[in-house]
C-alpha cells in the first residue's frame, strides 16, 4: 500500500487524524485522554508545535498542528510512541495502539480555521453533545477558546476566531463565535461550501494554487510516491491546467455542469487537456460533465479534424493547415 504524503516545511499547517487498532476505543476513559492531552503537551514543548484545535472522541483525534521547524514525523514519533508504552503499561498490554502512521493533510494558512471549527464540531456531529454544550464539554479545544483560564501554553485560539469574522478573544468574541458555530453546525450549505468533505481525507486541502504548488513541490522530491497519492498529485496538475484553459474560453466549472456534453467549448479545451497532460477520458468526462467516456475520444477526434478556429486559439491548440491546391 502506498504510504501518505508528507511534506515537512518550517511553519507548516497540519490537519492530523489517527484512530485506535481496529478502531478500538483507546480515548473510552477520561483518564485515557487526560494522558494524551498530556503527552500533547509535552510533544508541543519538545517540537515547539503550536496547537490551533483538538479533539479527543472515543476511537480517534484530530489535531490542527502548526510546526515552526520541519518536525511533524518526528514529534508524531514521539507523541505516538509513548502515549502508546504509557497506555499499555497502565493497562498490561501489548501490541499496536494506534491503526497504523497517522494521517495528515497539508492545509492552507486560509484554511486553518475552516479546520479548526470541523474539529471544535466533531462531537457535535457523532451526536456526544449539543453544539450549546461545547464551552463546557472538555475533550475538545472549544472548550478552551470559550473559557481563557483553561488553555494550556501551547494552544492558539486566533485561527478559529480570525476564520468566524475577525472575532477578537474577548467575551464578546467568543460569545460570537459560539453563535457562528451554532450556525455552522445547522447549515449544512455552509459546510459543502468550506468543503468540511474534504478535511479528513486526501493529503491538502486549500485553494487549488496551493495544491498545485504542494504537487510540484513533492513532484520535485528525490523519492516520488506511488498509488493513490501520486495520483492525487498528478489530478492535482490536470485541476491547475483545466482552470486555466476553462478561463481562456471564459467559463466556469458551473457552466461546465449545465452546458450540453459535446458543445464547441468542451472539445477544444478537451482536445487542449489531451495534447498537453495525461489526462484520462474518465477524468476528462467527469470534470467537464461530457457524459460516456468511451465517445470522448471519438467527439474531441472529429472536432480536431474541423476545428473552430478561434477556440483553437484560445486554448492555444495549432491549426492544421489546408493543403495547397494542385
Not at 55 to 77: D, F, I, K, Q, W
Not at 152 to 169: F, K, M, N, S, V
Amino acid at each position: 500500500m502506498a504510504r501518505s504524503l508528507r511534506i515537512e516545511a518550517e511553519g507548516g499547517l497540519y490537519h492530523v487524524i489517527n484512530r485506535g487498532n481496529y478502531r478500538s476505543a483507546i480515548f473510552g476513559s477520561e483518564k485515557a485522554k487526560a494522558a494524551f492531552l498530556t503527552c500533547l503537551g509535552e510533544a508541543c514543548v519538545q517540537t515547539g508545535w503550536v496547537v490551533h484545535a483538538w479533539c479527543l472522541m472515543s476511537n480517534h483525534y484530530h489535531l490542527a498542528v502548526e510546526t515552526p521547524r520541519p518536525n511533524l514525523a518526528e514529534g508524531m514519533r514521539w507523541l505516538q510512541g509513548t502515549f502508546a508504552m504509557r497506555f499499555n503499561r497502565i493497562r498490561r498490554e501489548r501490541g499496536h495502539l494506534f491503526q497504523g502512521r497517522y494521517h495528515s493533510l497539508l492545509v492552507e494558512s486560509d484554511g486553518l480555521g475552516a479546520v479548526c471549527h470541523y474539529i471544535h464540531l466533531n462531537p457535535v456531529r457523532a451526536g456526544l453533545c449539543t453544539v450549546n454544550q461545547l464551552a463546557d464539554w472538555p475533550w475538545t479545544s472549544a472548550r478552551w477558546l470559550m473559557q481563557p483560564k483553561v488553555r494550556l501554553a501551547w494552544y492558539r485560539p486566533q485561527a478559529a476566531l480570525t476564520h468566524a469574522g475577525g472575532l477578537a478573544d474577548t467575551p464578546a468574541g467568543r460569545r460570537k463565535y459560539a453563535d457562528y458555530l451554532a450556525w455552522l453546525a445547522a447549515n449544512k450549505a455552509a459546510q459543502r461550501e468550506l468543503q468540511f468533505e474534504r478535511m479528513s481525507r486526501g493529503w491538502v486541502y486549500g485553494t487549488e494554487g496551493f495544491v498545485a504548488e504542494m504537487a510540484d513541490r513533492h513532484l520535485q522530491a528525490k523519492v516520488a510516491p506511488a498509488g493513490p497519492v501520486l495520483r492525487e498529485i498528478v489530478q492535482a496538475s490536470w485541476r491547475v491546467e483545466l482552470t486555466q484553459l476553462m478561463r481562456r474560453v471564459g467559463r466556469s466549472q458551473a457552466e461546465a455542469a449545465t452546458a450540453g456534453k459535446a458543445v464547441p467549448w468542451k472539445l477544444a479545451v478537451a482536445a487542449a487537456m489531451k495534447t498537453r497532460t495525461t489526462a484520462t477520458n474518465g477524468w476528462l468526462t467527469a470534470e467537464l460533465a461530457m457524459g460516456n467516456r468511451f465517445e470522448l475520444s471519438r467527439k474531441v477526434n472529429a472536432w480536431k479534424r474541423a476545428p473552430d478556429a478561434a477556440l483553437a486559439r484560445k486554448v492555444g491548440l495549432p491549426q492544421t493547415p489546408k493543403p495547397d491546391p494542385l
